[in-house]
């Protein structure tokens, strides 16, 4: 037995964060690492159990160190970016909390094997899964690609395509039989037209070199 744990951060019908900004995100990952910490304490099974919390869109860096601690397997929902940053910044969380939204680089720096998902219904169309990656490395909205909503947080096409190959495999427990392209795994295999490791690096590429003219113009 392990647990998923959500971090929902806001209802349905609850008011414009305005005037609650400063409340919405003590009562998420906290908890849950209180929670996994108990459970970790008081299990007589092996400490290997991968508990995971998922979504984390305003997890801070200091949730994410705790998690490291108790070795939790953290699932983010970092497409929200692609669809959501401008609303986000706009009339919801505003800049600071935005840009920080899903913080993976900071995953990665504390040891942490992190995978990215999606929530059909929270978003319009079908799943996109090469979306996910794409946000996950260059943190843009599908509408405005020169905004970078937290530029230290991206991560690099190795690491995103773990996210959702063999670190997610891993997570829910099934890295000795998928995830990656290994002898003995099951053949679960995606064909595509393009390779995403280059295909992924000429956005970014063409991405640093608008910064960076960006920021000569001004």
């Not at 609850?14 to 209180?34: A, F, G, I, M, Q």
């Not at 935005?98 to 900071?106: A, C, H, Y």
């Not at 390779?195 to 608008?210: D, F, G």
Request: aromatic letters at 8%; hydrophobic letters at 35%.
């Amino acid at each position: 037995m392990y647990l998923v744990l959500s971090t929902e951060m806001i209802k349905v019908n609850s008011p414009p964060l305005k005037d609650s900004r400063d409340n919405v995100e003590k009562p998420t990952v906290n908890c849950y690492c209180t929670l996994s910490k108990q459970v970790l304490n008081e299990s007589e099974e092996p400490k290997d159990m991968r508990h995971r919390v998922e979504h984390l869109g305003l997890c801070t860096v200091d949730d994410i160190v705790r998690s490291a601690k108790l070795n939790l397997a953290l699932s983010f929902f970092v497409c929200h970016l692609y669809f959501y940053a401008k609303s986000y910044t706009e009339h919801i969380f505003g800049a600071e909390r935005t840009n920080r939204w899903t913080p993976l680089s900071e995953a990665t720096k504390h040891g942490l094997r992190w995978s990215i998902h999606q929530d059909h219904a929270t978003f319009p169309g079908p799943p996109l899964p090469f979306a996910n990656l794409k946000t996950a490395v260059t943190r843009t909205h599908r509408d405005d690609k020169d905004t970078i909503y937290g530029p230290e947080y991206c991560v690099s096409i190795h690491e995103a395509m773990k996210a959702v190959t063999i670190d997610a495999a891993w997570q829910i427990h099934k890295d000795d039989i998928l995830g990656s392209l290994t002898k003995h795994k099951r053949a679960d295999l995606l064909i595509l037209s393009k390779n995403p490791y280059e295909v992924t690096s000429m956005i970014v590429a063409w991405w640093l070199l608008k910064c960076c003219l960006s920021r000569a113009a001004g």
